[in-house]
């Protein structure tokens, strides 16, 4: 659908590569057990500094922009990966960085019940599955990252792609069983 309404011809072909990564029908290396991206898919990049520089330039001025930030992300599947691009960023950006702690327990258990579970279930973190609705401007993810069409789903035009692998080369889980008709 966000291919549609680009009316771009390479988001087209884009749509179709998308398609047949989803479907399993990219050939998967036998030493690796990876696939090789298609060089018209997405922009390869070796490291995430590069994949920053892609997904938040000038990000020294736009930080304030809250409508420019909304418009990119990037995806990462480890914790460790999540910290260091979340450092990263944070140094490119003026000011002191400041660190607040949290507690996750209540001093007085009485008081615990002053909060409806509604209210704390609406201030946990993003999830994967509120973040699949979200579509992006500009988009990277780091390897390894298993569903790489839901990944990469994200943006509707090869330009807008930044993929962080190694030659090229991630790996792609399908599960057959869904595929069936």
Known sequence: MHVQMLQDSSAETFSKQLLDIGN???????????????????TIINSQNTLIDHIYPDVQTQYKNLEWLAER?????????VNQLNSKIQYLLPGDLVSYKTVDAVCDANKAVNYAIEFLNSIVAITIERWISGYF???????PFPRTYVACSRVGKPSSLF???????????????????
């Open 24 to 42: 399993g029908k990219v050939a998967v290396h036998e030493n690796t057990g990876c696939i090789k991206l298609p060089t018209d898919f997405c």
């Open 73 to 81: 992300a990037i995806l990462a599947a480890k914790n460790v990966d």
């Open 137 to 143: 401007a500009s988009f990277g993810y780091t390897m």
């Open 163 to 181: 993929v962080l692998a190694r030659d090229g080369l991630i790996k792609n889980i399908v599960h057959p069983i869904v595929l069936r008709d």
